[in-house]
T-cell receptor, first 115, second 112 residues
Framework: SAVISQKPSRDICQRGTSLTIQCQVDSQVTMMFWYRQQPGQSLTLIAT?????????ESGFVIDKFPISRPNLTFSTLTVSNMSPEDSSIYLC????????????FGPGTRLTVL | QKEVEQDPGPLSVPEGAIVSLNCTYS??????FMWYRQYSRKGPELLMYTYSSGNKEDGRFTAQVDKSSKYISLFIRDSQPSDSATYLCAMTLSGGYQKVTFGIGTKLQVIP
């Protein structure tokens, strides 16, 4: 299993600013993921962040808007840049420690409101 | 058409009721099926994981997969107020790590 913490847990930001979300895992993991969860929509993968390589972004998400860092095997950050109200969402970090069921473990999420 | 369809609810049942949660999917290549439970202000946690068609039971929970109909279900017996949460179905292709496709989630409330 894996225990994941995220900071901040919530924030209210002004339009045009940027917010960096931190994800810390209690064990070393190769695969980390960033998801977005918006009201009325399914959990959506933003990007996969593997240590030692560039993040891989899903269709509809770009590095300039959501830059990701993965400096080591227990930590990652996601920045939401030049925010607009449409970026208001819950952002979740997830890891895949490995195991028989390919189980992903999720952090508690960061609740972002953009005014 | 969405790859995974799930009724968002909310679904409200009395304590002790049998709950049935369902998802349909369009991609016949999906091979692994999961149910996640998400409490308010928490991240999703894996509840059940199945591969083949048929039933898998774990305590009060039964996961059912019908690949021919592209339909999966989660049954909760003797539902408890602590079962009140959002239940997300999820599925992946086979072969190593594959991206997980989630349903929208069904919000369940079990009333004491």
């Amino acid at each position: 299993s894996a225990v994941i913490s995220q900071k901040p847990s919530r924030d209210i930001c002004q339009r045009g600013t940027s917010l960096t979300i931190q994800c810390q895992v209690d064990s070393q993991v190769t695969m980390m993921f960033w998801y977005r969860q918006q009201p009325g929509q399914s959990l959506t993968l933003i990007a996969t962040a593997n240590q030692g390589s560039e993040a891989t972004y899903e269709s509809g998400f770009v590095i300039d808007k959501f830059p990701i860092s993965r400096p080591n095997l227990t930590f990652s950050t996601l920045t939401v840049s030049n925010m607009s109200p449409e970026d208001s969402s819950i952002y979740l970090c997830s890891v895949l420690p490995g195991g028989p069921y390919n189980e992903q473990f999720f952090g508690p999420g960061t609740r972002l409101t953009v005014l | 058409q969405k790859e995974v369809e799930q009724d968002p609810g909310p679904l409200s049942v009395p304590e002790g009721a049998i709950v049935s949660l369902n998802c349909t999917y369009s991609n016949s290549a999906f091979q692994y099926f999961m149910w996640y439970r998400q409490y308010s202000r928490k991240g999703p946690e894996l509840l059940m994981y199945t591969y083949s068609s048929g039933n898998k039971e774990d305590g009060r929970f039964t996961a059912q997969v019908d690949k021919s109909s592209k339909y999966i279900s989660l049954f909760i017996r003797d539902s408890q107020p602590s079962d009140s949460a959002t239940y997300l179905c999820a599925m992946t292709l086979s072969g190593g790590y594959q991206k997980v496709t989630f349903g929208i989630g069904t919000k369940l409330q079990v009333i004491p």
